[in-house]
Structures are given as structure tokens and as C-alpha cells.
């Protein structure tokens, strides 16, 4: 009987390496894009210490930071460090107030303005200037709080207290909004004596920073960043709505209460220090979406640090195109800023980046 011969069994193939999950990568690449989102702002600080009108090299810029020795050493210390410090300040605090405003009026178009908050503080500002001749920091600050912190306390009110919902907030912000600016274009059109000290702060700028103001703002800022940290898990649980909020754990009336006064923190330091700068919490925030998607856990973070690289760019720039003069930043801000703030307005929606 003839033999039969069997094929030598096959190995198995072998089995392809496994892919991490889509969750896995998506996280790995939002932390690689936050990653190349603080070199961006390192590179922007470098250049808005090397820049101006005396320009300096990257060697002279860092020289004349660490050496009190060097040639450079009084143009960066007393001119460009208390600006680039301000300019890192008040666009992480409008970056944060202007996403945490977004997340909580549930409108991505929205910015610290809509509630009337930068209104508030501006009013109060412009009145400390043409009623008690106050032209400092320290008596800005608390005159920009308390117009902030009235602004947010009657904002709540009228809007509905812990009933409050993200329309009628919107409502009565752009209400106490065209009040409250009607109000300072009154002012400086009848105190004409005080017009010209208004005139500069009005504008929104970072030319007259100075270390004693970085170092009074600083700790607004700090306590105005940990709170609107704080709040991206209460924020998430809100935007799937007030009662799946509570079911999950969240207390919307405490959210509410405490981004307001996040908000308030934010935009009084900045507005005080710098003036009603626009369009730095309304466009960032939109534009990091883009990239991060709806989570705040990753969109705070985000706007911390691209909001400060774009202002600090802004103001670079503001320095360079009209040389010997420069343009303020809150100007350009609003130049440069409007087609690109459209682009995205009109941008499909299938190439957003989905959360």
C-alpha cells in the first residue's frame, strides 16, 4: 500500500501589530501639539525680547537678560521684559476667560464682551480716570474689579440667578455690554481734560508696561488661571446639559457662580492693565477647537498658551510694520485678526477635527 506523504504543518502567520486605540492617539497627538504650542510662545517671547526699535540679535536679547554688565542689559529690563511679561499675562487671561465665557453660554463664537464683563471693568476704569484722576495700575486694578465684579453680580441677577440658562445670560451681557460702552464714549466725549489719558488705555496696549504692573497682575492672573482649570470637568458635564450634569455629578449653579468669577479675575486684571483689548478671547478659543476638539481639559490648556503667543505676535508686529512709530496691539489685533476669525467662521465643518 502506497505511502501517502502529509505536508509538514505551516506556522501561523503572524498577526499584525496591534494598533493603539483611536482614544490612545488622540491624546498622544493633542499632547504632541500642546508640546509644539509652548515652543511656539518660547519662540515669540525670544522674539519680542529681540525686537523693536533698537533691534537685537538672539545673543545680545539673552545677553542682556542674564549680564547686568551687557550693552543691552537696560533695553531689555526696562523696556522689553515688563512688556513681553504683560503681554504673557493678559493673553492667558483672555485666552481662559474668553473659553471659559464659550463653554458656559454653550456659543463658540462667544467672547468675555458678550456678558458685558470687559464693559464693566472699562467703565469703571474710564470713570477713575475722569473723576479722581487716576492714572496707575493701583488705582486701575480695584476700580476695574469692582465695575467687573458688579457687572457679574447683576449680570447673574437679571439673568435668572441659578436658574440662569446660556440665552438669557447672552441677553443681558449684550444689554449691560451697549450700555456700559455707550457710558465711556460719553465720557470721553465730554471730559475732553481727561480724553488724552484715556485715549492711549482705551486702544489696548503693552507699551507702558512696567515690572511693578507684571508684579501686581500676576497673582490676579494665578488665582484667575487655577479656577477656570478647575472648572473644565463641571463645564464638560454641562454641555451635554443642566440635568445630565447632575447625574453625572456636577453642580451647575456653583459652575455658573464660579466661572463668572474666573471670568471677572481674568478680564479685570487684563483690561486694567493693558485696556479692553478684543478679539483674543474670541478667536483663540475657536481656533484651538479646531485642533482639540470640545474638551476643555485639553482647550483650557491650549488657549493658556497659544492666546499669549498670539498677542505677543500681535504686538512684534505692531512694532515692525510702522517703524520708527508702531501700532498699539489692540489695534492689531483687530486687523489681523478679521479675515483669519472669518476663514474659520466659514470653514466646513468636515474638517474640523472631531472631539
Request: net charge positive; charged share 10%.
Given at each position: 500500500?502506497?505511502?501517502?506523504?502529509?505536508?509538514?504543518p505551516?506556522?501561523p502567520?503572524?498577526?499584525?501589530?496591534a494598533?493603539?486605540?483611536?482614544?490612545?492617539?488622540?491624546?498622544?497627538?493633542?499632547?504632541l501639539?500642546?508640546?509644539?504650542?509652548?515652543?511656539?510662545?518660547?519662540?515669540v517671547?525670544?522674539l519680542?525680547?529681540?525686537?523693536g526699535?533698537?533691534?537685537?540679535?538672539v545673543?545680545?536679547?539673552?545677553?542682556g537678560l542674564?549680564h547686568?554688565?551687557?550693552?543691552?542689559?537696560?533695553?531689555?529690563?526696562?523696556m522689553?521684559?515688563?512688556?513681553?511679561?504683560?503681554?504673557l499675562?493678559?493673553?492667558?487671561?483672555?485666552?481662559l476667560?474668553?473659553?471659559?465665557?464659550q463653554?458656559?453660554?454653550?456659543n463658540?463664537l462667544?467672547?468675555?464682551?458678550l456678558?458685558g464683563i470687559n464693559?464693566?471693568?472699562?467703565?469703571?476704569?474710564?470713570s477713575?480716570?475722569?473723576?479722581?484722576?487716576?492714572?496707575?495700575?493701583?488705582?486701575f486694578?480695584?476700580?476695574a474689579?469692582?465695575?467687573?465684579g458688579?457687572v457679574?453680580?447683576?449680570?447673574?441677577?437679571?439673568?435668572?440667578g441659578?436658574?440662569a440658562?446660556p440665552?438669557r445670560l447672552?441677553?443681558?451681557?449684550?444689554?449691560l455690554?451697549a450700555?456700559l460702552?455707550s457710558?465711556v464714549?460719553?465720557v470721553q466725549l465730554l471730559?475732553?481734560?481727561s480724553?488724552?489719558?484715556?485715549?492711549?488705555?482705551?486702544?489696548?496696549?503693552?507699551?507702558?508696561a512696567?515690572t511693578?504692573?507684571?508684579?501686581?497682575?500676576?497673582p490676579?492672573?494665578?488665582?484667575?488661571?487655577?479656577?477656570a482649570?478647575?472648572?473644565?470637568?463641571p463645564?464638560?458635564?454641562m454641555a451635554?446639559?443642566e440635568?445630565?450634569?447632575r447625574a453625572?455629578?456636577a453642580?451647575?449653579g456653583?459652575?455658573k457662580i464660579?466661572?463668572?468669577?474666573?471670568?471677572?479675575?481674568?478680564?479685570?486684571?487684563a483690561?486694567?492693565a493693558?485696556?479692553?483689548?478684543?478679539f483674543?478671547?474670541l478667536?483663540?478659543?475657536?481656533?484651538?477647537?479646531?485642533?482639540?476638539?470640545?474638551?476643555l481639559r485639553?482647550?483650557?490648556?491650549?488657549?493658556?498658551?497659544?492666546?499669549?503667543?498670539?498677542?505677543?505676535?500681535?504686538?512684534?508686529?505692531?512694532?515692525?510694520?510702522?517703524?520708527p512709530?508702531e501700532?498699539?496691539?489692540?489695534?492689531?489685533?483687530?486687523?489681523?485678526?478679521?479675515p483669519?476669525?472669518?476663514?474659520?467662521?466659514?470653514?466646513?465643518?468636515?474638517?474640523?477635527?472631531?472631539?
Amino acid at each position: 500500500m502506497p505511502l501517502t506523504r502529509t505536508a509538514p504543518p505551516t506556522a501561523p502567520a503572524p498577526a499584525p501589530a496591534a494598533r493603539p486605540p483611536a482614544p490612545a492617539r488622540r491624546q498622544s497627538a493633542r499632547a504632541l501639539g500642546l508640546v509644539a504650542a509652548v515652543l511656539l510662545l518660547l519662540a515669540v517671547l525670544v522674539l519680542s525680547l529681540a525686537v523693536g526699535a533698537k533691534p537685537l540679535s538672539v545673543g545680545q536679547a539673552w545677553d542682556g537678560l542674564l549680564h547686568r554688565g551687557s550693552g543691552s542689559y537696560t533695553v531689555v529690563h526696562q523696556m522689553r521684559l515688563p512688556r513681553t511679561l504683560l503681554g504673557l499675562l493678559a493673553g492667558i487671561a483672555l485666552g481662559l476667560a474668553g473659553a471659559v465665557m464659550q463653554a458656559l453660554t454653550r456659543n463658540p463664537l462667544a467672547d468675555p464682551g458678550l456678558l458685558g464683563i470687559n464693559a464693566g471693568a472699562s467703565a469703571a476704569v474710564v470713570s477713575a480716570i475722569s473723576f479722581f484722576g487716576i492714572v496707575s495700575f493701583a488705582g486701575f486694578v480695584w476700580f476695574a474689579f469692582a465695575g467687573a465684579g458688579a457687572v457679574a453680580v447683576l449680570l447673574y441677577a437679571v439673568g435668572g440667578g441659578r436658574g440662569a440658562t446660556p440665552a438669557r445670560l447672552a441677553l443681558a451681557g449684550s444689554a449691560l455690554n451697549a450700555a456700559l460702552y455707550s457710558y465711556v464714549n460719553a465720557v470721553q466725549l465730554l471730559d475732553t481734560a481727561s480724553l488724552d489719558r484715556m485715549r492711549f488705555w482705551t486702544v489696548g496696549s503693552l507699551a507702558a508696561a512696567q515690572t511693578s504692573t507684571v508684579e501686581k497682575v500676576a497673582p490676579f492672573v494665578a488665582v484667575g488661571l487655577v479656577l477656570a482649570l478647575l472648572l473644565a470637568r463641571p463645564l464638560n458635564a454641562m454641555a451635554m446639559g443642566e440635568d445630565a450634569a447632575r447625574a453625572l455629578g456636577a453642580r451647575p449653579g456653583r459652575a455658573k457662580i464660579l466661572a463668572i468669577a474666573a471670568v471677572t479675575l481674568l478680564c479685570g486684571a487684563a483690561t486694567a492693565a493693558c485696556g479692553p483689548i478684543i478679539f483674543v478671547g474670541l478667536m483663540v478659543p475657536h481656533l484651538v477647537r479646531a485642533l482639540t476638539g470640545p474638551d476643555l481639559r485639553w482647550l483650557l490648556p491650549y488657549c493658556a498658551v497659544l492666546a499669549p503667543a498670539l498677542m505677543l505676535a500681535a504686538d512684534v508686529l505692531g512694532r515692525v510694520v510702522v517703524r520708527p512709530s508702531e501700532l498699539q496691539v489692540g489695534i492689531v489685533m483687530v486687523v489681523a485678526g478679521g479675515p483669519v476669525f472669518l476663514y474659520f467662521v466659514r470653514r466646513p465643518r468636515s474638517k474640523a477635527v472631531a472631539a
